[in-house]
C-alpha cells in the first residue's frame, strides 16, 4: 500500500492523561492505518481509548508520543492554531449529542464552519444547501435544533460536518443518542456519504449494527489494538 | 462582519440577563455620567485661559467681599490713570453687588422656596459678561437681550431665572416685593420683566436688577432716615469682573490696581476668574476629590463587576459550544473576540442609551442637575456625555469580559467532551 493512499496513519502512539499524581495510560503505541474511502468502525469497552483516538486523529489533542499523519499531513506536530485551520478543512466531526448551537437554526449551524473559509456570503450560501439537501432536510433550513428531532438534529450535524468538503469524517457515537430507526437512517446516509463523495469514515461505537456497516472492525482494549476484522 | 448574527443570536440567547446586565450597566453610567458633569463643568470653570480672560477684582482680606461702591468706575477702567493713554484697560467689565432677599415678609415663613437672590449689576453686562451667556448667538440670547432692552424702560425691572419664577409662582410682567435680608429694612418693588435662557443652565435660580436703580433706592432708605444711609451703603460692590486679552493684560492691569493708592481701605486684590473661583471651591475639596476618585471608580469598579458576572455565567452555560467551535475550527483568539464583542456591544449601547436619556431628561426636563456647590445652582449635561457613556460601558464591558472570555478561549476540547460523554 502506497502512503498516498492511506487517509490515517497512527504510528506508536502513547497517549497518557495525568489525574492528581497519577499518570494515566490510556493509548500504548498503538499503530493504525485507514486507507482513502475506507469506513472504519472503531468499537471497544469504555476507557478502552476509543474516543482519545478518535480526537488524536481528528487533531482535538495530542499523542504523548508517536506521530498521526492524516492524508500524508503530520498533524501530531501541527501548533493549537494550524491545528484549528487544519480542522476546518480536513476534518468533519459528527458528535453524538449533535452538540448544534440552539440559538442558530439548521442553516446558521451548517454554515458556522464556513464562516472560516475565504467564501461569499452566495457560496456559503450555496454550499450550506446542497449539504442540507444532501441529508435530506433542505424544507427545514430556518428551524432551530429545539424544533427538530433527534434524527433531524444528527442530519444537521452530518450537513456542517460535510458543508466544507473534508475527505474524512469522525463520528463519535453517531447514533448513541437516537432510536433504531433514526440511527439506521444516520447509518444509511453515513455509508451514502462514503459511497458517493467517497469520504473517508471513522466511527466509534458501541453499537455492533452500526460497526457491522463498517468496511473494518477494529476493537480496542486497554489502549492496544486487539483485532481488526 | 461575517460573524455579527453569532453575536446577535448569543445577546438574544437569554434576553432577561442580557436586559438586566444592560440595566446594570446603564444605572451606573448614569450615576457616573452625573458626577462627570459636575466635575467636568467646575474643571472648566477653574482651567486657566491664555486669551480673552476674565479677572475678578475682590476685597483682600474680607469674605464675602464687601467694597465701596465708589470702586466699581476706577476699577472697571483696570486702575488704569484716566491720563496715562498707554495704561492697560479691560476689554469689558462688570461690577456684581448681591441682594438676599424673600418675596415672604414674615420671617417665619421664609423658606427656600420663597428666597431671593439677584446681582446688582448694569443690566447690559448681562450679555456681554456673564460666564457662559456671553458665549450664547444673539438667536439663543434673545429673551434675554429683550427682558435687558425693557429694563431700560422698567428701571426697578428683575430678570428672574425661570426655575426661580416657578418655584415663586410667577410669570413674566408680574410684580412682586422683595425684603431685603442682608440689607435689613430695604424692600424693593420689582416688576419681573424677563428670564434668562434656559441654557446656561447655572442661571436658572439667579435674578439680576439694575445696579443704578438700587443706588436709587439706598438713597431713597437714606432720604427716609434722617439722611443716615444704609449700614451696607458703603459695601455694596461684590466684586468686579474684567475680561482682558491675554496673560500680559492682566499683569499690567493687576500691577495697576495693586498699585493704586484708590484702593486701600479696603485693599483689593485681583486674581483670574478661574483662579477666584477654584479658591471658592476649596470649600468643598473634600466632597470634590471624594467624587473624582472614590465614587467614579467605585462605580465603574461595580459596573465591571456586574458584566463580568453575567458574562462569566454565559461563558460557563457555553463552554461546550466553544468547544464545538473549536472542532469546527474557530481559533481560540476568534472565540475570545466574539466574547468581548458580545459584552462590548451590551456595555456600549447600555452606556450609550443611559448618557442620553441623562442628557434629555437632566437637560431637557430638570433645566439641568439640581447639585448646589458654591454659586453653581445647577449643572448641564454635556453633550460629550454621549460619547462618555459610550465609552464606559465599552470600557466596563472590557475589563469585565476579559478574563470570562479568556476562560472561553482556553476551553479544552478533549476535556469538555470528556465530561459530556
Known sequence: MTDSAKCVDVRNVHKSFRRGSEVVDVLNGLNLTVNEGEFVGLMGPSGSGKTTLLNLIAGLDRPTEGEVFVRGEMISSMTESQLASWRTRSIGFVFQFYNLLPVLTAFRNVELPLLLLPLSAAERKKQVLTALDIVGLSERLHHRPGQLSGGQQQRVGIARAIVTDPSLIVADEPTGALDSKSADEILDLLGELRKSLHKTIIIVTHDPRAAARADREIHLDKGQLVTAQ | MKYLFLVFENIRRNLIRTILTGLGTMVMVLVVTLVFTVLTSLDK????????????????????????????????????????????????????????????????????????????????????????????????????????????DVPNGVIIGQERLDKMKKRVGDRITVFGRNYRDMN??????????????????????????????????????????????????????????????????????????????????????????GAFLEAWRDIIWAMRWLMTPACMLVLS?????????????????????????????????????????????????????????????????????????????????????????????????????????????????????
Do not use: C
Open chain 2, 188 to 277: 424693593l418693588e420689582l416688576e419681573i420683566v424677563g428670564t434668562f435662557p434656559k441654557e446656561p443652565a447655572r442661571y436658572a435660580d439667579s435674578s439680576v436688577i439694575s445696579r443704578d436703580y438700587f443706588n436709587r433706592q439706598l438713597d431713597a432708605y437714606q432720604r427716609s432716615h434722617n439722611n443716615q444711609p444704609h449700614p451696607m451703603a458703603e459695601k455694596t460692590l461684590g466684586l468686579v469682573w474684567l475680561r482682558l486679552s491675554d496673560r500680559k493684560a492682566f499683569n499690567k492691569v493687576s500691577e495697576q490696581i495693586l498699585k493704586s493708592p484708590s484702593f486701600t481701605s479696603p485693599a483689593v486684590k485681583i486674581e483670574t476668574s478661574s483662579t477666584g473661583i
Open chain 2, 305 to 421: 463587576l456586574v458584566i463580568s458576572n453575567a458574562i462569566s455565567i454565559s461563558v460557563r452555560e457555553r463552554q461546550l459550544e466553544f468547544a464545538v467551535m473549536k472542532v469546527l475550527g474557530f481559533h481560540p483568539n476568534q472565540i475570545l473576540l466574539l466574547v468581548l464583542i458580545e459584552a462590548l456591544l451590551v456595555g456600549v449601547l447600555s452606556g450609550l442609551l443611559s448618557a442620553a436619556l441623562t442628557y434629555g431628561l437632566v437637560n431637557g426636563i430638570w433645566g439641568g442637575l439640581p447639585f448646589r456647590i458654591a454659586f453653581f445652582p445647577k449643572f448641564a449635561v454635556p453633550i460629550d456625555a454621549l460619547w462618555w457613556g459610550a465609552a464606559m460601558g465599552a470600557a466596563t464591558a472590557f475589563v469585565g469580559s476579559f478574563y470570562p472570555a479568556w476562560q472561553a478561549r482556553s476551553v479544552k476540547v478533549s476535556d469538555v467532551f470528556a465530561r459530556v460523554t
Open chain 2, 45 to 152: 470653570s477653574t482651567t486657566e485661559k491664555q486669551k480673552n480672560l476674565k479677572a475678578i477684582v475682590t476685597e483682600k482680606w474680607q469674605i464675602p467681599s464687601m467694597m465701596p461702591y465708589s470702586y466699581a468706575q476706577a476699577l472697571s477702567e483696570g486702575g488704569a490713570d484716566p491720563g496715562d493713554p498707554d495704561a492697560a484697560r479691560p476689554d469689558d467689565s462688570m461690577s456684581w453687588g448681591f441682594f438676599v432677599g424673600s418675596t415672604e415678609e414674615n420671617p417665619a415663613k421664609r423658606s427656600f422656596e420663597n428666597l431671593f437672590f439677584a446681582f446688582i449689576m448694569e443690566p447690559e453686562k448681562a450679555r456681554t459678561m456673564l460666564d457662559e451667556v456671553d458665549a450664547l448667538s444673539d438667536e439663543e440670547a434673545l429673551p434675554l437681550t429683550a427682558a435687558i432692552q425693557k429694563m431700560k
